[in-house]
């Protein structure tokens, strides 16, 4: 025992200590580096994952979108060769044909989520059928009247030319997404109130922590509806494309997706919630 303790007071602590600290600030750094390096690996593994969800997730909700829009246009055909119409337009002023009419009318809305509201007007505003609404023409102008308000609706301004338009109307009480389809006659006028508190509902399962909106907007920069955090969209995320696209905004990636006419879908993404889930995820694994 006591040749041990002889060798134990000839140590130098100090050596040893110098020692220590050396290999503990290498061992460090080497951590240091490597927690840099791996939660930059994390992160970009995390950003291409949530990318491509992204991406598919509105690719697959286009496709959706579309196949129920061509829904709409085949109601559209389907109402105006509608044999019940076609006799309200050869007897106008018709109680028995214009209830038909809006018989026909109602199940078609029924049968679409898109469609809120179908309207036909007839001789200029002597005849007029809508299914939920109550509609009037007041001088020259027509009024959906809806639960906020009154609303005045281009009646005659879009669907005789040959294309089908989707058009974004509002006022201080209300707002409605209306859709022109073109028809092969002047005599009569039909359109579609569509829905677009439904649309962003479909679009419920995008939303998760990172992803803090989905909004629907028009071409004029306006949010038509909405999902998750309410937010004015940079006018650089809603010019209108040819297809999906992403911009940069802050911390903030957004999508923009068109669907039909000038109306678009968007996707707000936060790279810095992100950021926050990959670092914890980092310190858990640690």
């Known amino acids: 025992m006591e040749k041990i303790g002889n060798r134990l007071r000839r140590i130098n602590y100090s050596t040893l200590l110098k020692y220590f600290l050396s290999y503990f600030l290498l061992l460090s750094a080497l951590l240091l580096c490597f927690f840099v390096a791996f939660r930059h690996q ?3 593994i995390y950003y291409t994952e949530q990318d491509m969800r992204i991406r598919q997730n509105l690719l697959l909700f286009q496709q959706s979108f579309d196949s129920d829009l061509d829904a709409v246009f085949n109601i559209h055909y389907n109402l105006c060769e509608n044999n019940n119409l076609k006799m309200l337009r050869h007897s106008p002023g018709s109680s028995w044909y214009g209830s038909l009419g809006v018989r026909d009318m109602r199940q078609f809305t029924d049968a679409n989520y898109l469609i809120s509201d179908i309207v036909y007007i007839q001789d200029g505003g002597e005849t007029i059928l809508a299914c939920r609404n109550y509609v009037y023409k007041s001088k020259d102008d027509f009024y959906i009247y809806t639960g906020g308000g009154p609303l005045k609706v ?14 974004y109307v509002k006022n201080r009480e209300t707002s409605l997404l209306l859709l022109f389809p073109s028809t092969k006659s002047r005599k009569y006028d039909l359109f579609y109130v569509i829905d677009s508190g439904e649309i962003a ?4 399962n995008m939303l998760s922590e990172e992803i803090s909106g989905v909004y629907l907007t028009d071409g004029e920069d306006q949010v038509i509806s909405y999902l998750g955090e309410e937010r004015k969209l940079p006018v650089s995320a809603m010019l209108r494309s040819y297809g999906l696209q992403r911009t ?3 911390e903030d990636w957004i ?4 669907l039909h006419a000038n109306l678009n879908l968007s996707v707000c993404f936060s790279k810095e919630i992100l950021i926050q889930i990959t670092n914890k995820a980092f310190f858990d694994l640690y």
């Open 248 to 250: 940069e905004e802050g």
């Open 42 to 44: 994390l992160r970009k």
């Open 255 to 258: 999508y923009t997706l068109p």
């Open 154 to 167: 281009p009646v005659g301004k879009y669907w005789h030319e040959n294309r089908n338009s989707m058009v």
């Open 201 to 204: 509902k479909r679009c419920t």
